[in-house]
């Protein structure tokens, strides 16, 4: 260990105000960003944006293994909406969907944010009563949502059958009607733009390989395809990946993760005008302005890192929608795909510190985070920008699991849970 004499010190802190001879007193070189971003996906880009413009952090680089919104960004099917059970699921997903509202403007790029309404189909006389509670749970946080008798759903959106003929019939709904859909791309080419225009690099092609640790265990940068890259703070954004990064600096994450698979019919002209779920029958479907209906499947039953779900899967939803929607019997199927996406306990996200000094995480959105994107990034940066989480994540702990404090919150999620 170097000892230093009071002179000496004085002298060495007098030189690093004059901002020389840092070289030779630091452990270790001045890192190159003062935070990198693994994972180049709508959650990583909106933290650069944020960190930007909120807090004025603009020497930051987001990674990206691959092209910026090619995860799951770019895979999903844009719903969006904020009907949790939760107190703090409401605010956090709130939060975001107030964002939502504003973002074409925030970001002087078009990302078709459409509130046409998702309606949740209570199918049982358990739908019904979990609805209603999401109703009177979501309205005393002020968040719009209405539950539909099957009369009222059928008006809402006529393609609705309420004949009582369907295996599973329809007993009414629950409405949220500031929800509805985005077009996925356009959100992170919107959040890339506007942290690229602030001086943010986007670095493509570049896959994280490793965390350096100083001596102390801090995180002090990332190995990459593309070489050693310095960081004062680490924000791990990288979904379906989280463990294997995590497992980089030695935290063991709870996560699993699993494939997710989504499909689109060929387009017709405009024929469902609202998103529907129904949990019970296991399908969710609302139709793009292309004319496309988006359809989304379940998670498949075993973990993999494949983006290519098991058949049965879509199979099993393509039965499920024509069970709901006979009319859409004879539509063609134009094409489907995977994503992976990580999935806690909870189904609840994690969001915040980690056990290693200067390493940050933002995961665990499992089938639902598309939603979140703002939200999420907004409160990621404001956690990375001061070291402590943003009152509105601070409830979405890593350690949150030794009390099992949001474990019920997967009942207000999506059919693929
Ligand atoms: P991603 O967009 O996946 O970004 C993470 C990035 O990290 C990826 O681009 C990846 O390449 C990169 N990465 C990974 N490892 C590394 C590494 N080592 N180095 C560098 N980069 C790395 N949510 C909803 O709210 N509504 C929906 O309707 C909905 N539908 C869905 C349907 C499907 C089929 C799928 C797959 C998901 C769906 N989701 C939905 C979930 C939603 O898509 C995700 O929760 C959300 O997009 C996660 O965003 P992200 O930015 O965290 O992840
Ligand atoms: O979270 O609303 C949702 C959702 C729908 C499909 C996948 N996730």
């Not at 209405?146 to 609705?160: G, Q, T």
């Not at 001086?199 to 102390?216: M, P, T």
């Amino acid at each position: 260990m170097r000892r230093f004499s009071l002179s000496s010190l004085l002298s060495e802190s007098l030189r690093g105000h004059q901002g020389w001879g840092r070289q030779w007193r630091d452990p270790q070189p001045k890192p190159a960003y003062d935070v990198v971003i693994v994972g180049g996906g709508g959650h990583g880009l909106a933290t650069a944006y944020y960190l930007a413009t909120v807090h004025g952090i603009t020497n930051v680089a987001v990674l990206e293994k691959g092209w910026i919104g090619g995860g799951n960004t770019g895979r999903n099917t844009t719903i969006i909406r904020s009907n949790y059970l939760y107190d703090e699921s409401a605010a956090l997903y709130e939060h975001a969907l107030k964002l939502w509202e504003g973002l074409s403007q925030e970001l002087n790029y078009n990302v078709m944010f459409s509130q046409r309404g998702v309606l949740m189909l209570a199918h049982n006389i358990h739908d019904v009563q979990s609805f209603k509670r999401h109703v009177y749970a979501n309205r005393l946080n002020g968040i719009d949502n209405e539950w539909l008798s099957k009369e009222e759903c059928k008006a809402f959106c006529p393609p609705i059958d309420i004949s009582g003929t369907l295996r599973y019939p329809v007993l009414g709904g629950a409405l949220q009607r500031r929800a509805g859909t985005a077009r996925h791309d356009a959100v992170a080419w919107g959040y890339a733009r506007g942290a690229d225009a602030r001086g943010v690099d986007i670095i493509q092609n570049c896959e994280v390989k490793g965390i350096r640790r100083d001596a102390s265990g801090a995180a002090i940068g990332v190995e990459t395809t593309r070489g050693y890259i310095g960081a004062g703070r680490i924000g791990v954004v990288a979904a379906g990946h989280t463990s294997t990064v995590m497992a980089m600096a030695d935290v063991r994450m709870p996560l699993e993760s699993y494939p997710l698979q989504a499909l689109v019919s060929e387009p017709v002209k405009p024929v469902f005008p609202c998103v529907v779920m129904s949990n019970a029958v296991h399908a969710y479907i609302s139709q793009s302005d292309k004319g496309e209906l988006v359809i989304g499947a379940g998670t498949d039953q075993y973990t993999s890192y494949s983006q290519q779900g098991g058949l049965h899967i879509t199979t099993h939803t393509l039965d499920a929608i024509c069970e709901v929607f006979p009319q859409f019997t004879r539509m063609r199927m134009l094409r489907s795909w995977g994503g992976i996406v990580d999935v806690t306990p909870d189904r609840s996200p994690i969001i915040g510190k980690t056990p290693v000094p200067n390493l940050f995480v933002n995961c665990g959105w499992g089938t639902g985070g598309f939603k979140a994107t703002p939200g999420s990034g907004h409160v990621f940066a404001h956690t990375l920008a001061k070291a402590e989480p943003h009152p509105i994540n601070a409830p979405f702990t890593l350690d949150r699991f030794r009390t099992g404090r949001l474990i019920d919150e997967a009942a207000a999620a999506a059919v693929a849970h």
